[in-house]
């Protein structure tokens, strides 16, 4: 089997929970002898993170206007590596990218699963630009897909939205590989970033709208006087938000209280989840929380929204979801920080229940599944 992952973004700190997905499944469904080949562009790639795919392959296209993902979609490589693919799997939407392939891919009658991973709704920015691009070619690209991914439960009324129905749709969740988040020194992550000897919540991710990080900040304004040793700390790439962030901060008068330690990955990463008494994923809109996975196969306990397509996680007895509402947040916070000396039972239940469930693995091993049924049914046909 051969299969052609395409995906804008490759590189975690740009592209996020789907950059980190696609490289993970790429890598375990080649351990486990599939043949896998990524076509991304080069936004944020080091050789480093590439020689790391191994032992599938990455095929880089050079980015040559950031802001709308733009590079020379003539490059003769698209072409060959659809032609090469039993199967393309598609990522994300709003791209020029998947356009581009989703025409090789009916010059060569190949089978496509796609998978927006979140990114069906019109949201944020360019809203015009994306209501043509699903009215030139996105619908139609969604519409007739062999095989249609959902990563969150939420997902399926999006693809309902695009004339898709439930039974074509297969839920296929995030996944977490537990050797990533091994390091679990939380005194380097303080000294590195000059974090204080206190207890803090975490934030993880872009400081964009969509992530809801004034949500929370707003949240943490309204509980900060009940809770005055517990700092906010904020680690991600800026998206457009942290001047905003740091001026609601001055307003609020909590300088000295909150933290912008810029994007955070690798051990830092690992330790920062280790460090964290609390996280919080506050996004306004979301497929599954890679985010919430990472914290919590780090023993680290969640508070999330109830738009982030992962509700069964407050089953685990780890977390806790609330309205992505600053008064859901606050709720939640002042529930779960009224009791700080049981959050870390709460994160090392919530660390058993995600190993039990989300290891890439098996993950990788339900998209093989999916993938040769797909195949299997195009044949026959």
Known sequence: MKILHVTVFLDPVTGGGTAERTFKL?????????????????????????????????????????RYFLFNWRDPRIRELVGWADLVHLVGHWTLLNAIVFREIRRHSKPYAVCPAGALPIFGRSR???????????????????????IGSNEFEHFSEYGVAGEKVTLIPNG????????????????????????????????????????????????????????????????GMRGTLQQMTRDFE?????????????????????????????????AMSLVALEGGI?????????QCGFDQIASSGGAMVVPATPQGLARGLKVLLAEPSALPAMGITLRH???????????????VQLFSRVMAERRSA
């Open 26 to 66: 790429a890598r375990f469904m080649a351990r486990g002898g599939v043949e896998c080949a990524v076509l991304a562009l080069d936004i944020g790639l080091s050789p480093e993170r590439i020689s790391a795919l191994a032992p599938a392959t990455a095929t880089v296209l050079r980015c040559i206007a950031p």
């Open 128 to 150: 015009h630009i994306k209501r043509a691009y699903n009215a030139f070619l996105g619908r139609r690209m969604i519409r007739n897909a062999d095989a249609c991914i959902a």
């Open 176 to 239: 977490i590989d537990p050797a990533d988040f091994q390091s679990a020194d939380p005194e380097s992550v303080r000294i590195h970033f000059a974090l204080p000897a206190a207890p803090f919540i975490l934030f993880l991710g872009r400081l964009n709208p969509i992530k809801g990080p004034d949500l929370l900040l707003t949240a943490y304004r309204d509980i900060s006087g009940s809770f005055p040793d517990v700092h906010l700390v904020f680690a991600g790439p800026d998206s």
């Open 254 to 286: 909590l300088e000295g209280r909150i933290h912008f330690i810029g994007p955070v990955r690798g051990e830092l990463k690992s330790q920062a989840y280790h460090a964290a008494s609390l996280l919080v994923v506050p996004s306004r809109q979301e």
């Open 298 to 306: 780090s023993g680290v306990p969640v508070l999330m929204t109830d």
């Open 353 to 367: 229940w995600i190993a039990g469930r989300y290891l890439w693995e098996k993950i990788a091993e339900q998209h």
